[in-house]
């Protein structure tokens, strides 16, 4: 009988060969690469499960123009850093172009319009496959997604039509104008990756990591500080010591407050909280079917 | 720490979700946001209780009728084990449902109604679980509560199911009395059934020894990827990337590349920046060979001493997953591993009648039928039997006009 590997081991392996299957069995796939810790796992796995080679396929940035200058910082360094392929799509140019229309009122955030942009974006380079760094535990919906997910050729996933996945056997066929995405963290938790990041040693943006940061309150949650907030005077800033659990734009990524200054600190805060990563995400707050929703249309 | 990978199988209403709603909810894993969202929900009890099977409804239409639809995929941890519970849908229209998840699983849980008992539903899921080599079995016999805590009700589907058990050949079978609507036997142990001595769902699930490949001596490793540079410094590198299915390879061991049926031997084992004198079974490495040998995704590493099978003739057992029914005069893809080739059906050997469990001759399979069939494959494939290494003895079927998955089969023999 042989011995089952270490969790971390288990989920590396698992995730090195799921990468692999996508260089096997795509044409034109891309890694989407957000500048989130997730995304930054895969980057590392992708490492991994390719060096000393090159990747075979570029990362792929959709840019809303909201960004966290720290997460833009730490992308071109990284790029820098592997010599591999940056692609940008830019949510402004579909907004430019007419194909998005900017959102209005107090809560307008670019988050909807990143489908457009991301579909343009494979439309444009033909990517056959997306690999993505969502995982199963982020939200209910997710957890019935299957690690291959194919989408027509309007984006869209089906959760009636997926097909059985057996064993560790990935089918990526597909048609032309398909694309499959492609999660290869599943089966981690959130804990799951800030472990992988702590063992692996892996640099994370600084926006991770408590500092000061000028923020204001919107329904109950702590916003960054941004012109893009549409602030106005009702709007109080206030100066706090915060971090943030995950990175999206910063129309829609809350802030809590944290003296979680190293990566020991994060596990202990995450080990003891009683509120979920996706419970700061106030595009998760719209309906009960949100994420649902939008994964139907097209979202990533 | 080891992950416990297991399933749930029962029947709508049997309790499934509220099983694992009641799994998470007494072990305290539900954070305050989930609990929040989980009492502004409208579903409830008649008690006015909450319904804790929307914990994994995830979608929409499975929120409004009440079932589950498709596997959802849980996560949690207890200071002894980390634990991936693959929930899967007990409705009939979505067997191929539960076979994706129970394909993975290294324990099954199956649920019996305290009130109904062992049904036609029980001995279909009994048998897909046997089929899929699940060999670590815990039956729950839930709503316990609506029998009165009755022993006697219990010890008499403990002893059908026993029955049926021995039909299916499964053994290794733990019985556990519960009700997930009240807690009992679920995180805490029942004082409304003092007569069971037996462990609670959660003490079982922590403490049961996980059994994975059987097969140690069956060193495998199916290629992935060919890692070739070609810059000026690494000219001459290339690395055979793929995962050790079974078995082990250390550096020194002579291998043989199939179906090329080359021999060569190891020269180094690595990943980035480690070197490893030994691949064992799950751990995805880029191996080294001292020849250099013709070598691309497809191809097969294994140990020079136990050969698997090399045929382009099989009989396999086939569950049928799609719509359209099997065409015999069809040529499908079949992937086993990183292998993808065509093949044909060149005899359909008979179905089961899962209410009876007899043997049936007919052509016509339809969606979630099972029986045996050969194929006959255009390249030989290097295999395994299913009993002796599931993964190197489990293959798909991808329809090539669709490209959907439509069967899963697993080998039973090499008739060539």
Known sequence: MSKQLDYLDELEAEAIYILREVAGQFERPALLFSGGKDSITLVRLAEKAFRPGRFPFPLVHIDTGHNFPETIQYRDEMIARLGEKLIVGYVQNSINEGK?????????????????????????????????????????????????????????WDPKRQRPELWNIYNGKIHKGENVRIFPISNWTELDVWNYIRRENIALPSIYFAHQRDC???????????????????????????????????????????????????????????????????DDKVSEAAMEDRKKGGYF | M?????????????????????????????????????????????????DLAILTDGLKAEREQGITIDVAYKYFQTDKRKFIIADAPGHIQYTRNMVTGASNAHLAIIMIDARKGVIEQTIRHSFLVSLLGITQVVVCVNKMDMVGYDETAFNQIVSHYQQLATKVNLQNITYIPVSALKGDNIVNTSANMPWHTGKCLLDYLETVEITIDKSVAHARL?????????????????????????????????????????????????????????????????VHLKDHIDISRGDTLVNSTTQPELSRLI??????????????????????????????????????NINTLEKVYDEDFKLNDIGRIIIKTAEPLAFDTYQDNKTNGGAILIDSRTNVTVGALMFRANVE
């Open chain 2, 2 to 50: 080891d992950i416990l990978k297991f399933i749930t199988a029962g029947s709508v209403d049997d309790g499934k979700s509220t099983l694992i709603g009641r799994l998470l909810y007494d072990s305290g894993v539900i954070l305050a946001d989930q609990l929040e969202a989980l009492h502004r929900s409208n579903r409830k009890n008649d008690d006015g209780t909450i």
């Open chain 2, 315 to 352: 009989e396999t057992d086939l569950c049928w997953m799609d719509t359209r029914a099997l065409d015999t005069s069809h040529t499908y893809f079949i992937q086993h591993n990183s292998k993808l080739t065509r093949c044909r059906i060149q005899e359909v050997l008979y179905k089961v």
């Open chain 2, 222 to 286: 199916p290629v992935q990827w060919v890692v070739r540079p070609q810059t000026d410094e690494l000219h001459d590198y290339r690395g055979y990337a793929g995962r050790v299915i079974s078995g082990s390879f250390k550096v020194n061991d002579s291998i043989t590349v199939l179906p090329s049926g080359f021999h060569s031997t190891i020269t180094k084992i690595e990943l980035l920046d480690q070197d490893f004198e030994e691949a064992t079974a799950g751990m995805s490495v880029i």
């Open chain 1, 100 to 156: 998005a229309v900017e959102q209005k009122g107090k809560n307008a955030s670019r988050n909807a319009l990143q489908t457009v942009t991301l579909l343009d974006t494979i439309a444009h380079y033909e990517f056959d496959a997306c690999i993505g760094g969502a995982r199963r535990d982020e939200e209910k919906a997710r957890a019935k997604e299957r690690i291959f997910s194919v989408r027509d050729e309007f984006g869209q």
């Open chain 1, 216 to 282: 204001i309150t919107r329904n109950g949650q702590l916003m960054a500080a941004a012109e893009f907030l549409n602030m106005d005077e009702q709007d109080v800033v206030q100066n706090k010591t915060v971090r943030f659990r995950t990175v999206g734009d910063m129309t829609c990524t809350a802030a809590v407050e944290s003296e979680a200054f190293l990566i020991d600190d994060i596990i202990d805060e995450i080990s003891a909280s009683r509120i979920s990563e996706r419970g700061a995400r106030m």
